[in-house]
């Protein structure tokens, strides 16, 4: 079990990494919400609370704005 919850882990970290170089808004939140969801699972995976809230509502924020009418 260990070594899935790396490479959850890793994944999510990819994710997140690969969102930062990009330029355009809504390409970077999607990637990111894709990071944020695969932190919440590696989150899971390990009993913490802290990563569960931080990235849920990171995933929130991401959502609004893409969803938010007049923004790109």
């Known amino acids: 079990m260990q070594n ?22 809504k390409p970077l939140r999607m990637i990111n919400i894709l990071g944020c969801g695969l932190f919440v699972t590696y989150g899971a995976l390990l009993g913490s609370i802290p990563i569960i809230i931080t990235n849920t509502a990171i995933c929130c924020v991401h959502i609004f704005y893409l969803t938010k009418k007049g923004e790109n």
């Open 4 to 25: 899935y919850t790396e490479y959850v882990g890793y994944a999510a970290s990819l994710a997140v990494l690969v969102s930062f170089l990009m330029k355009k808004m």
